[in-house]
């Protein structure tokens, strides 16, 4: 993935396939910490204690017909290359929260992208989910 | 060409899949941005990168690339290497750089 926007496109279709309506973005940078955290949060289906633990790993998916899962191991290996990591909170009936964290000096870390635009295609192609994305500089 | 020949000319040091090595090679793709791979990479390619992860296999065996060339004498992590075999896609290192890699296959007639 060139960017953070196109990681986040490809963890929001794993919300809208375990049927969430509500997703949240949220961009925090922290340059006294230098780290930038992205989370998305959902409220989807949620994930068992087994499927969350094995989410990270790419030939694991929970698709019909597919044998690899690349989204959520892309955007691990995005973090841990830039300094950072990433960490999945689930619980089943509740929703899903996908923690990226990243060192923003980093030279390796992705650009950010236009999150703004992202969200944009997102809330015109699924029109009956609600998405805020908030954006803070510490 | 066979990836046993390349892996030879090449002096490649075998890390995983060393049954596989009959694979005819189609041509070659270098690339370390994964989407890419997974978008341009064709079948039977064989694949120049310095990743190391995991996920580069599951890009390969997405693709059915013929074999992974690791260079600047990077180390596979054992996850890596455990699943590659499982997979039976070679991976091979050199210390040259991808830049090297490519000329040399280029000599050799892989395009």
């Known amino acids: 993935m060139e960017d953070l926007s196109l990681h986040i496109l490809d963890i929001v279709e794993n919300s809208l396939r375990a049927n969430a309506k509500h997703i949240e973005i949220k961009l925090i940078q922290d340059e006294k910490k230098d780290r930038?955290?992205?989370?998305?949060?959902?409220?989807?289906?949620?994930?068992?204690?087994?499927?969350?633990?094995?989410?990270?790993?790419?030939?694991?998916?929970?698709?019909?017909?597919?044998?690899?899962?690349?989204?959520?191991?892309?955007?691990?290996?995005?973090?841990?290359?830039?300094?950072?990591?990433?960490?999945?909170?689930?619980?089943?009936?509740?929703?899903?929260?996908?923690?990226?964290?990243?060192?923003?000096?980093?030279?390796?870390?992705k650009p950010i992208g236009n999150i703004e635009e992202t969200v944009r295609c997102l809330k015109a192609t699924h029109p009956d989910v609600c998405f805020d994305f908030e954006s803070l500089n510490n | 060409m066979k990836l046993k020949d390349i892996t030879g000319r090449l002096n490649l040091d075998i890390k995983a899949g060393q049954n596989a090595l009959e694979a005819d090679v189609t041509g070659g793709y270098v690339g370390d941005l994964l989407s890419d791979v997974l978008a341009n990479a064709k079948k039977g390619n064989v694949w120049i990168t310095l990743h190391t992860h995991?996920?580069?296999?599951?890009?390969?065996?997405?693709?059915?690339?013929?074999?992974?060339?690791?260079?600047?004498?990077?180390?596979?992590?054992?996850?890596?290497?455990?699943?590659?075999?499982d997979e039976g896609i070679p991976i091979l290192v050199t210390k040259m750089s991808a830049y090297n890699v490519v000329c040399r296959l280029h000599e050799l007639g892989v395009n």
């Open chain 2, 54 to 85: 995991l996920n580069i296999i599951a890009v390969a065996s997405s693709k059915e690339i013929s074999g992974i060339i690791i260079v600047n004498g990077r180390v596979p992590e054992q996850e890596t290497l455990k699943k590659a075999e």
């Open chain 1, 36 to 109: 930038l955290t992205l989370e998305i949060i959902d409220d989807g289906e949620g994930m068992s204690e087994e499927t969350r633990k094995q989410s990270l790993n790419p030939f694991f998916t929970t698709r019909e017909g597919k044998k690899i899962g690349l989204g959520l191991s892309f955007l691990a290996q995005s973090a841990e290359e830039a300094g950072g990591k990433l960490e999945i909170e689930s619980m089943k009936g509740k929703g899903t929260k996908v923690t990226a964290e990243f060192t923003l000096s980093h030279i390796d870390r």
